[in-house]
């Protein structure tokens, strides 16, 4: 009986030990880190990459391509996870990743917990609307930004767009509707063309990807100026900006030496 009493005992204990053993691979702890707690652990930069803006060529490849070139250059490792802006930001936060690489746009009051890079590269605001096939589709058309008063506009849910369009309604002294949507941008795309709604306000990198595809787009009326998109990383990680904005800085020294 104690023979059988001490079996059941350890096999208890097995399984106990065992279930340990999953919950820590499969269940590990995240917390920000900074520079040197990268270096001093896995000597792996994790990055994250907005999935909704995976179709942009140019300047959003080359911000990515740039963070992987960092990692390089200081002999780190890359691992990059994708996800919406929204759990982009909540994976920075948690400590997840370490730096959203696929630029956030640079804003004086951004209220969010992190920190943003020098800019990487620069984009601006369009309307996405559908060119009209008949003359009452004309009447429908917006043809300049003043236009947007009392419009109900489209945006991806996330998009830092909104806080450009409610500096817009105080610029015009007006405001208008705005309408925020999950989809991707490709099926936001889709709706503008199949006239499911009547328009989206996106950056242009963005707009242009699609031109070729949906061909009765168009995006020619541009509502903001040019403006800066960076990297962000959390705010417990201050060395971390500090050698990307070295690193940065380094680059702009060489092309204007070249």
């Not at 300047?59 to 759990?87: P, T, Y």
Request: with cysteine; net charge neutral; glycine share 4%.
């Amino acid at each position: 009986m104690l023979k059988r009493l001490l079996i059941a005992t350890n096999v208890l204990l097995l399984i106990a030990l065992a279930v340990i053993v999953y919950l820590k691979k499969w269940h590990k702890t995240y917390a920000p880190r900074d520079y040197s707690d990268i270096v001093q652990s896995d000597s792996v930069l994790r990055i994250g990459v907005d999935k909704d803006l995976l179709v942009l060529p140019d300047s959003l490849f080359r911000a990515v391509a740039m963070a992987q070139e960092f990692a390089r250059d200081h002999r780190l490792k890359v691992e990059v996870k994708e996800g919406s802006a929204e759990k982009l930001n909540a994976y920075l936060q948690e400590g997840r990743i370490d730096l959203i690489a696929s630029g956030l746009l640079k804003l004086m009051n951004r209220s969010d917990s992190l920190l943003l890079s020098d800019p990487v590269y620069t984009d601006y605001q369009v309307l996405v609307q559908r060119i009209p096939q008949t003359p009452p589709d004309s009447a429908n058309l917006l043809n300049k930004p003043i236009e947007l008063v009392g419009s109900t506009l489209h945006i991806k849910a996330g998009d830092s767009v909104t806080i450009r369009l409610r500096h817009l309604e105080k610029e015009l002294g007006e405001s208008f509707t705005i309408v925020s949507h999950r989809e991707p941008y490709a099926k936001l795309m889709q709706k503008v063309s199949a006239g499911e709604i009547d328009n989206l306000i996106c950056s242009h990198l963005l707009a242009k990807t699609y031109a070729d595809s949906l061909k009765n787009l168009q995006f020619d009326i541009q509502i903001s100026f040019d403006q800066f998109y960076c990297w962000a990383v959390n705010r417990r990680s201050p060395a971390l900006l500090d050698s990307l904005n070295t690193w940065l800085q380094a680059r702009r020294d060489a092309d204007q030496d070249n």
